[in-house]
């Protein structure tokens, strides 16, 4: 489904202002992708990469300056001085091998020049506050001709050492109305040893590296092993004893555990006392942590203090939790179940399983934006980007027409389940402010007007919707605490900046749908620091994107696996043997994961199987094992040695489970206390086994479910 609505639009400056954009190639084709890059090299010697600039996007805007030309390559990456042309780059960021020193150069293939008038001038990044058009008019009657490549400032993230590289393929003559534009180089980057080392290449490159990875010996390489000290997933409880010391509390944060067990994470549950945040995570990184969830709100889990240097003013977030190197680039994602009660946490797991259990979530944006131009214009960018992942975009723009209203918007969302709801603009803590022609707010109180069987991941990229230290529930707690809305939200704890906003907005979908950062936790963090590494490497924009990063909050699990694609089903067979099971998906399905987990919820094993048939021993009479793959649906087993009976369970859209769905297989044997419930609007599927279905506890089907036995 591709909906889309062509606007017009004013800049809401001191002046009017219009725009139009257009393609303009320097290769004679029209295929409209900016840049095409062929890696040449990438080890521990060096890393090259043939660029090849086809053409650049022109956006004319024209006000009571003149007219102007805003120039892209299809990327955030520009020059920033502000008033001074704002000129693309390409950006990378480039990992540097140990106790290696880095050199960059650029090696020039071809010039091509265009006729062009008045490049568009950088603006403040304060937009929501200052709306003032600025432009220097000494720069522009000279010839401006930037450095072609710039390094940024070294940093470490996970251990490993890397820079920014910034080429500006550029040279601009305002004089002449000429844009020279450099459509073929070659980045050379070398690295040349200070000592010899033993290096160890990593395949992955985390979704943030350009170039591969490499690293001394094993450091940082985990064992997925049942040794009580190494885990990858760290939880922090911090809650009222009349919450966390119940029964309840521990039995659906052990269903949550054993889930995230069946999605190949080994957890850790940790209750602080007076304990700073930030040295629990840094006690605990030697023990191979990649992800910390705190489940409790800013009373007994505080918001940590950082200073934002564009506004002179403290602001709070979780971000810091995850910055053990002392950094700007957060090591470790912090996510947040922000709750006051038990039924608050009782529906975050839900939804968190239901989300990532769920085959009916389509690969769908809703992409809203405030009336006032910047903000239209991102959501455009995200829109008409060309990605590796395809995707439909659902546009609700405020300035589109007096139709477009929190109605339109709700209807909407009550129709279809769209899998991320973007939102871009001005924000309160409990709205979305004034986003529409009609002066209308979408507030906290819009979550009753949608569908109570549907959730999405909601980025909402504007000021104060995270603020969980605020007198008032944020709409971050209102929607995710409740049994429907959100399963995550993304928003800031206080006021941010429009530009670097933009930017982060942007970059979050290319990093999900290009680079298949699909982990919520990861895709926020990645996010931010492509985008400080993109604003540091000019230098002049000063801080805004490390102070934007500080300031989002990362409301819900961070592990969270967000689809990219239709859900897929995964068909297979299980063979047990006397010491070992064999499990076979068929030819079509290879590269998956296996996860064998406790029924106390540990993770014993995860194998990661390269063919479709994989064999592993038996670890226990009794335990649960899946089959993971992104954008397939999970495929879980129980397996019990003294009866030898191996069962699974298939079920459908929102299913509502008071015992964990993997608590019920074929047999349906229900050995854990709660009832089982199906609510309504919720179909449940069973598969039955040889010996019927036996349901051992209490079982309710309540009016308007469907509960069927096959």
């Not at 008019?137 to 050492?161: A, C, L, N």
């Not at 495929?635 to 369970?649: A, F, G, K, L, P």
């Not at 929102?654 to 609510?679: C, H, L, Q, T, W």
Request: one cysteine or more.
């Amino acid at each position: 489904m591709k909906r889309l609505f062509i606007f017009a639009s004013a800049i809401f400056f001191h002046f009017s202002s219009t725009f139009s954009q257009e393609w303009v190639s320097l290769n004679g084709k029209q295929q409209r992708e900016a840049v095409n890059m062929t890696v040449l090299q990438s080890d521990a010697l060096g890393y090259k990469v043939k660029v090849t600039v086809n053409g650049l996007y022109d956006e004319t805007v024209q006000n009571e300056k003149g007219t102007f030309h805003s120039l892209s390559l299809g990327r955030v990456e520009r020059l920033l001085t502000m008033g001074s042309p704002a000129l693309p780059c390409i950006n990378q960021i480039i990992a540097i091998p140990p106790d290696a020193a880095m050199s960059v150069s650029v090696e020039e293939d071809e010039w091509k020049d265009l006729e062009i008038g008045f490049v568009y001038p950088a603006q403040s990044q304060f937009l929501a506050e200052n709306k003032v058009f600025h432009i220097n008019d000494t720069v522009y009657q000279h010839s401006f001709i930037p450095p072609i490549v710039r390094v940024g400032k070294e940093s470490t993230w996970r251990g490993i050492r890397h820079a920014g590289v910034s080429v500006c393929p550029f040279k601009y003559y305002p004089q002449e109305n000429r844009l020279s534009v450099l459509c073929s180089y070659t980045l050379k980057v070398e690295f040349s040893q200070k000592q010899i080392t033993s290096l160890q290449k990593i395949d992955s490159r985390f979704g943030l590296f350009d170039n591969t990875v490499y690293r001394k010996g094993t450091q940082n390489i985990v064992s997925r092993s049942s040794n009580e000290e190494n885990y990858d997933y760290l939880i922090i409880v911090g809650l009222p004893d009349s919450i966390k010391n119940t029964t309840q509390f521990q039995e659906k944060l052990k269903q949550f555990r054993i889930w995230k067990a069946l999605k190949g994470f080994k957890t850790k549950v940790i209750t602080p006392f007076q304990t700073d945040i930030i040295d629990i995570v840094t006690q605990e990184r030697p023990n191979g942590i990649s992800y910390v969830l705190l489940i409790g709100d800013s009373d007994y889990l505080p918001l940590k203090p950082t200073w934002d240097h564009g506004h002179n003013v403290q602001i709070k977030g979780d971000y810091f939790y995850g910055c053990v190197q002392g950094t700007v680039e957060a090591d470790i994602p912090i996510g947040r179940f922000s709750i006051a009660s038990f039924a608050d946490f009782e529906n975050m797991v839900d939804k968190t399983i239901q989300y990532e259990n769920n085959a009916h979530v389509d690969p769908i944006a809703m992409l809203i934006a405030h009336k006032e131009y910047p903000y239209p214009n991102c959501c455009e960018k995200i829109d008409t980007t060309h990605y590796a992942s395809p995707y439909d975009f659902w546009t609700a723009y405020g300035n589109d027409g007096n139709y477009v209203t929190n109605q339109y918007v709700t209807d909407e969302m009550y129709t279809f389940h769209y899998n991320i709801i973007n939102y871009r603009g001005h924000g309160g803590v409990n709205s979305w402010s004034n986003w529409n022609n009609s002066g209308e707010s979408f507030t906290s109180s819009e979550i009753n007007n949608i569908d109570s069987r549907k959730s999405s991941i909601y980025f909402s990229i504007a000021c104060n919707t995270g603020n969980i230290a605020s007198d008032s529930i944020c709409m971050l707690e209102t929607f995710t605490r409740s049994d429907h809305g959100a399963v995550a939200f993304i928003g800031a704890t206080n006021t941010t900046d429009t530009g670097a906003n933009n930017d982060y907005d942007i970059i979050l979908f290319r990093k999900l749908l290009n680079d298949s950062v699909y982990r919520l936790g990861n895709l926020n963090i990645l996010s931010h620091i492509q985008n400080i590494q993109n604003y540091v490497i000019p230098y002049e924009s000063g801080y805004t994107a490390s102070d934007i990063a500080f300031a989002y909050l990362c409301g819900g699990d961070p592990t969270l696996e967000l689809w990219t694609a239709y859900p897929t089903r995964i068909n297979a067979t299980v063979t047990p043997a006397i010491n070992s099971i064999t499990v076979n998906t068929g030819s079509n399905l290879t590269g998956y994961s296996l996860n064998i987990v406790s029924v106390n919820g540990d993770l014993l094993d995860s194998v990661y199987c390269s063919s479709s048939t994989c064999t592993f021993s038996i670890p226990a009479d009794k335990f649960y094992f899946s089959i993971n793959k992104h954008n397939y649906v999970p495929y879980v087993y129980y397996y019990d040695r003294i009866t030898n009976e191996i069962s699974n369970v298939t079920f459908t859209y929102n299913a509502y489970y008071r015992a964990s769905p993997f608590e019920m297989n074929n047999g349906i044997y229900v050995d854990y206390s709660g009832p089982v419930v199906i609510k309504p609007y919720s179909r449940l599927y069973i598969k039955n086994g040889s010996e019927g279905v036996f349901i051992n506890r209490d079982f309710k089907c309540e009016k308007g479910a469907i509960f069927e036995v096959k």
